[in-house]
């Protein structure tokens, strides 16, 4: 693997162990092996360490890949992972190389955020056993996220800034980005097609729906009692949708639809739908005062990490980093 391996960087996300503490593996990744694979300065990064971390990932890539895209896609992803874990280990001794320190009350802190995810104390313990994680090697982990943390925060976020001119640029350059498409706040009622009730009896009972309704028959009251849709229960109550939301069918009908205005039959893959348009909002562009704390945010994140890759190249040159 290259040393000169682009990383991208997200502080919210880099804790690994927050990913791999909740998720079930798969047998192909159940025996962990501890074999060292990459050494950086005096940091390690084990066998151990990129399974953990490529278990949910391998759950959700087995569901959407096969063969050997599958094997492709985990190669890659395993590739970014460990170069993810060797700018970590690369910041973490520099944070001890400068001696940042770290509190016990701090590292408690963490924790407390992460038990916030259960509903009891017990129900993290037992997180904890079924993963095979000490909660003393939890702590360690967020240690080391913490003096992470901190020494990103003194090199990088503290030196860094955005003038007022840069957020109205970014704005005045980026207006699609807060544009919000028009949206309609819509019911539904779908009638399956199914073995039971075939094409022919599903389009017979959609249009005996469709004449109880042309008729002033409350579309709520009917949609609970035929609708097969899931929006059902709330009397096809859908909400608010944007355009471009709906397959492209559905997208075309409900937007050509005025307020008030209810369709036809339309029929798709899924079966039989009929829509009643109760609301429409006309697209609009976000105002810059309401957008700027969101500019800010963009901004701030691309130069830090933009800084953040160029220190990282920085901490290479006088690293060493050896691949097993």
């Given at each position: 693997?290259s ?7 997200s502080?919210a ?8 503490l909740f ?14 694979l990459v ?7 084990t ?9 949910p990932?391998?759950?959700?890539y087995k569901n959407l890949?096969?063969?050997?895209e599958?094997?492709?896609k985990?190669d890659?992803?395993?590739?970014n ?9 690369l910041l973490?001794?520099?944070?001890k190389k ?5 509190t016990d009350?701090e ?6 955020e992460i038990k916030?995810n259960?509903?009891s104390?017990?129900e993290?313990?037992q ?6 994680i000490?909660?003393?090697s ?7 996220r913490i ?26 350059t ?8 028009q949206?309609v706040?819509?019911k539904?009622?779908?009638i399956?097609?199914?073995e039971?009730?075939?094409?022919k009896?599903?389009l017979?009972?959609?249009k005996?729906v469709?004449?109880?309704l042309?008729e002033?028959?409350?579309f709520?009251?009917l949609?609970?009692e035929y ?6 229960e709330?009397?096809?109550?859908m909400?608010?949708?944007?355009e471009g ?5 559905l997208?075309d ?8 205005e209810?369709s ?7 079966g ?5 348009v109760?609301e429409?909002?006309?697209?609009s ?7 700027k704390?969101?500019?800010?945010q ?7 990490q933009?800084k ?6 920085n ?6 980093i050896?691949f097993?």
């Amino acid at each position: 693997m290259s040393k000169r391996a682009r990383f991208v960087f997200s502080s919210a996300t880099i804790v690994f162990v927050a990913v791999f503490l909740f998720c079930a593996a798969p047998s192909a990744f159940t025996e962990v092996v501890d074999k060292i694979l990459v050494i950086v300065n005096d940091e390690i990064i084990t066998q151990g360490e990129v399974d953990r971390i490529m278990i949910p990932i391998y759950i959700q890539y087995k569901n959407l890949y096969s063969g050997q895209e599958l094997t492709e896609k985990l190669d890659e992803v395993r590739r970014n992972v460990i170069a993810r874990l060797v700018q970590d280990m690369l910041l973490l001794s520099e944070a001890k190389k400068r001696e940042v320190e770290v509190t016990d009350e701090e590292v408690e802190q963490r924790i407390e955020e992460i038990k916030k995810n259960f509903s009891s104390d017990e129900e993290f313990e037992q997180a904890l056993l079924k993963e095979d994680i000490a909660l003393g090697s939890l702590k360690k982990k967020h240690r080391e996220r913490i003096l992470i943390d901190k020494i990103i925060d003194a090199e990088i976020r503290g030196k860094v800034s955005v003038s007022p001119s840069e957020l109205v640029e970014f704005y005045e350059t980026n207006k699609e980005k807060f544009r919000e498409p028009q949206k309609v706040k819509v019911k539904s009622i779908l009638i399956k097609v199914s073995e039971k009730r075939p094409e022919k009896e599903s389009l017979k009972l959609a249009k005996t729906v469709l004449r109880r309704l042309e008729e002033g028959g409350d579309f709520g009251l009917l949609a609970q009692e035929y609708s097969d849709g899931p929006y059902a229960e709330s009397g096809g109550q859908m909400g608010w949708v944007r355009e471009g939301e709906l397959m492209d069918k559905l997208n075309d009908l409900v937007f050509s639809l005025d307020e008030n205005e209810m369709s036809g039959i339309l029929k798709t893959k899924l079966g039989f739908h009929i829509f009643l348009v109760e609301e429409k909002k006309p697209s609009s562009t976000m105002e810059f005062n309401s957008a700027k704390p969101m500019i800010e945010q963009i901004t701030m994140n691309k130069k830090i990490q933009e800084k953040l890759g160029q220190w990282i190249e920085n901490l290479k040159k006088d690293a060493y980093i050896a691949f097993r």
